[in-house]
């Protein structure tokens, strides 16, 4: 796969040709840094009549061609998907001037990446899954607090991935690195798949 643009960034690190290595780069500088979260991502679909809808979501795992989420197959994220795969995501670090871009397309993951998910989350997370309908219209939180506390407490093995819970694979087609410069001479770095390549510019600030 070739690039369009000079071998070196702003920072005169060498430009990858594959983005997603760049993507790993900057995820890896923003642990390092200390920002809170770092794989927080917002997270874009779209619904009926063409409506976006948004939410904050975690990234799970970095593959060499993909991202990794995970979800309720019930969610509205979930359903939006099934019915539009297009979606957009964010990447938002602040604390060290810089933001990924990203647009592609979600499909549903392989149940026994699902399944080897699941099994990472916290104990507590996993029993959260069994007790609460994500998005749906409850009358009081607390009867599901009781609950999830005598799960916890009574449970004797971690419940299995229930089946109407899975991983979502996003492919890219387009990143943007956007860094930002005090003088507001963002660089803007451009990933665009074009048929089995990258290609990449940059873009004026």
Not at 82 to 111: C, D, K, M, S
Request: charged share 25%.
């Amino acid at each position: 796969m070739g690039s369009d643009v000079g071998s070196q960034s702003s920072g005169d690190e060498p430009v990858p040709e594959e983005p997603l290595l760049l993507l790993g780069r900057w995820l890896a500088d923003a642990r390092a840094a200390g920002v809170p979260e770092p794989a927080s991502v917002a997270f874009v679909t779209v619904g009926e009549g063409a409506a976006p809808s948004a939410r904050t979501v975690s990234l799970k795992r970095l593959e060499a061609e993909a991202l990794i989420f995970t979800s309720a197959l019930w969610t509205r994220k979930a359903r939006e998907i099934e019915g539009n795969p297009h979606v957009a995501l964010l990447f938002y670090w602040p604390t060290v001037g810089r933001q990924v871009h990203i647009t592609g397309r979600a499909t549903l993951a392989e149940r026994e990446l699902s399944v080897e998910l699941f099994s990472e989350r916290e104990l507590g997370h996993r029993v959260q899954t069994l007790v609460s309908r994500q998005g749906e219209t409850i009358e009081d939180i607390e009867p599901l607090r009781a609950r999830h506390a005598h799960l916890m407490d009574v449970l004797e093995a971690p419940p299995e991935c229930p089946s109407d819970w899975g991983a979502i694979r996003v492919i890219p087609v387009t990143l943007e690195f956007f860094s930002e410069a005090p003088d507001r001479m963002h660089d803007r770095l451009l990933y665009e798949r074009v048929a089995e390549r990258w290609r990449s510019s940059r873009l004026s600030p």
